[in-house]
């Protein structure tokens, strides 16, 4: 069963940093292009960054010079780096790979900003 686990959530203060992985759990599947989403409470999910396998990213204006997405192929791991944070960066996020030519979503990560 293909399974996506997120890790790296945390508490951070305004301006710090963290950096969330993404990774399948069990059985190794191969993840393609993924992309990284979050939901704060009360509002819909939103798409924050999408990488490709050849490392190509994208990133939605909001985090766009805040927010790195990366990968290690060789490990089959998602990062997403995430400096000057921000309160508003409070959310649940999730990852979202396609592996076998279908998607898969992770269970999500807290990450909450706050002094």
């Known amino acids: 069963q293909v399974r996506l686990v997120e890790s790296g959530g945390g508490l951070v203060q305004p301006g710090g940093s963290l950096r969330l992985s993404c990774t399948t759990s069990?059985?190794?599947?191969?993840?393609?292009?993924a992309d990284w989403y979050r939901q704060a409470p009360g509002n819909q999910r939103e798409w924050v960054a999408s990488i490709t396998r050849s490392s190509m990213t994208n990133y939605a204006d909001s985090v766009k010079g805040r927010f790195t997405a990366s990968r290690d192929n060789a490990k089959n791991i998602l990062y997403l780096q995430m400096d000057s944070l921000k309160p508003e960066d409070t959310a649940v996020y999730y990852c979202?790979?396609?592996?076998?030519?279908?998607?898969?979503w992770g269970q999500g990560t807290q990450v909450t900003v706050s002094s």
């Open positions: 979202n790979g396609e592996i076998n030519l279908r998607r898969y």
């Open positions: 069990g059985e190794t599947f191969t993840i393609h292009t």
